[in-house]
């Protein structure tokens, strides 16, 4: 309930705080009023978003920290206030799109192969002072923030889990941490035996968008069952939402000179990966020059443009293409 006040109190403190520009025109009372939400909502939104980042623990990146910011945003003053007052993990109700893009469409991002985990004794890795992880017990471990792997965008990991040194037969078992501690899955990451055995696998991780109360403690659990074993964990990867970038768009230019009462065609094309997406043309200020263009078909990429001078005198002639591409991630 403090949290509603201070928001309430907030809306009086900043109406002073922005008085008219000499010579312009007073703020209207719904400028005023629309002015003064969009600003307790960024304060609302800063701040659930802050506290989103204090409860998992660990600092999140740029982009997921944005990306949440905007989304909530989209929401009323009244929800963002209840929110910030109660603790809610309002992030956790957002929209996947909100860390980056959709959850659906994950882009891959490989990385030299890193070790996370290696329970051997003197292994040098997290996790050397484990030992062989004892049967029926899940083991909760880190994941993002190490190796290059970004919290919270990483949603998934390429690994490669192994077993060493095992006392007898058994499986592994990985899956996404929650802090309900859901059931270990039916289906083992692998199949062990006394000798190391190694299996690569695409590893969906906790992901703060869907973890209950949107807090991601630690990012995979581990069960061991039958025997116990040594576990080492490299990961190779991660995949995460793609990242909007803008167009990379050029301007082709051709020029040519256009003697009197002649014509001329000529292209400007667009180079080896790029597309076109419009065209123009430009005869200075001389007039009496006719000219037309043809948007050019995506078999040509290029732009037509065709001009006649009507003039005495030679003139000059710009035919434009504007090309454009769309950049990796």
């Avoid at 963002?80 to 891959?108: C, H, K, Q, W, Y």
């Avoid at 990867?237 to 009197?260: E, I, K, M, N, Q």
Wanted: hydrophobic share 40%; charged share 15%; glycine share 10%.
């Amino acid at each position: 309930m403090k949290r509603v006040l201070a928001a309430s109190a907030l809306l009086l403190i900043v109406a002073p705080l922005a008085p008219a520009l000499a010579g312009a025109a007073p703020e209207t009372a719904s400028e005023q009023s629309l002015r003064e939400q969009v600003e307790v909502k960024d304060a609302l939104a800063d701040e659930i978003v802050a506290a989103a980042e204090r409860r998992s623990g660990r600092d999140w990146d740029e982009v997921a920290k944005s990306g949440l910011r905007q989304a909530l945003l989209t929401r009323s003053v009244t929800d963002l206030s209840e929110a910030a007052a109660l603790g809610t993990p309002l992030e956790a109700l957002m929209d996947t799109r909100a860390f980056g893009g959709n959850v659906d469409d994950l882009v891959f991002t490989p990385l030299p192969g890193c070790r996370i985990l290696d329970t051997r004794p003197g292994s040098g890795a997290p996790g050397a002072s484990i030992g062989p992880i004892v049967p029926g017990t899940p083991r909760s471990i880190f994941v993002a923030g190490t190796c290059g792997i970004p919290f919270p965008s990483a949603k998934a990991i390429a690994a490669n889990f192994m077993a060493v040194d095992a006392s007898g037969a058994g499986d592994l078992r990985v899956w996404p941490w929650d802090q309900t501690a859901p059931p270990q899955p039916p289906t083992p990451a692998l199949a062990y035996t006394p000798s190391a055995i190694a299996n690569g696998l695409v590893m969906p991780i906790c992901n703060t968008a869907t973890a209950t109360g949107g807090t991601c403690g630690h990012d995979l659990f581990l069960q061991t069952n039958g025997s116990a074993t040594y576990v080492a964990i490299t990961v190779l990867g991660y995949f995460a939402a793609p990242r909007t970038t803008a167009l990379d768009c050029v301007d082709v230019v051709s020029s040519r000179s256009l003697v009197a009462h002649g014509s001329v065609g000529f292209w400007a094309a667009c180079p080896a990966g790029y597309s076109i997406t419009g065209s123009g043309f430009d005869q200075g200020p001389a007039e009496g020059v006719e000219m037309h263009t043809d948007f050019a078909m995506s078999s040509t990429n290029a732009t037509l443009c065709g001009a006649y001078n009507h003039t005495g005198v030679t003139q000059s002639v710009t035919c434009t293409a504007r090309c454009c591409r769309i950049p990796g991630r």
